[in-house]
């Protein structure tokens, strides 16, 4: 259940340490933004929202940043664990509309 | 059973086979939708119902059909595929159309020889 064949980026993060997972997004007039982790065998899980008139939305251990001027999206998990370890991305939405990007691969190292 | 479910988890077809996916979910919720997830493309939204309306065909080939039948289940009608098509196939279903928070089966990982 991943983006298997994608050559993602990855990001390695040691045990405890903070992630920072980076997006751009292409329509300045998508009105919500989401991020998805999903885990090799399984379906997107959703793990935070935000809608496009906020900058920062947080939730438990995870931020989501919202800079619209240049068009970009992070997620920041703190303290990152090894259950985190997935493909985290973004998905941008107008209207009925999903565009999802091709995601990032957390590797987390004991 | 909880959440959302989808039956077979894998499938080989030829290509001129007939074949259905199926998805089947638990949470009262009256949206649902059809995704692709291939080796070289990020998700893509093929089919959104709601209520049992299909109300977004995101351009997908007729060769791929939906039927939704009531609110708890979706099907995915596969004909004539191309190897191509090999993919994927994600369901998912959220509160209404328009609530953005949704939840995902495991997919059903199709080869088409």
């Known amino acids: 259940g991943e983006s298997v064949g994608l050559h993602l980026p990855t990001l390695s993060v040691q045990e405890g340490d903070n992630s920072i997972i980076n997006c751009a997004y292409s329509?300045?007039?998508?009105?919500?933004f989401i991020w998805y982790k999903q885990e090799s065998g399984k379906g997107p899980q959703f793990i935070i929202d935000i809608r496009s008139n906020m900058d920062k939305r947080q939730g438990q251990r995870v931020t989501v940043l919202l800079n619209k001027t240049v068009k970009h999206l992070s997620l920041q998990i703190a303290a990152t664990q090894p259950g985190d370890s997935a493909v985290y991305f973004c998905a941008e939405t107008y209207g009925q509309n999903f565009v999802f990007g091709p995601g990032t691969r957390l590797s987390v190292l004991p | 059973e909880t959440g959302v479910t989808q039956t077979p988890r894998h499938l080989v077809m030829g290509m001129t086979n007939k074949k259905s996916l199926k998805c089947e979910q638990h949470l009262g919720h009256n949206a649902m939708y059809w995704y692709k997830q291939s080796a070289k493309k990020p998700l893509e939204l093929m089919f959104v119902y709601s209520l049992e309306e299909r109300v977004e065909n995101n351009s997908v080939p007729s060769r791929f059909s939906p039927e939704c039948p009531n609110s708890s289940h979706l099907f995915l009608h596969l004909h004539t595929l191309q190897p191509e098509d090999s993919a994927l196939y994600l369901c998912?279903?959220?509160?209404?159309?328009?609530?953005?928070?949704?939840?995902f089966g495991p997919g059903t990982r199709l080869t088409v020889t």
């Open positions: 998912a279903s959220s509160q209404y159309v328009g609530t953005y928070e949704q939840y």
């Open positions: 329509n300045s007039a998508s009105d919500y």
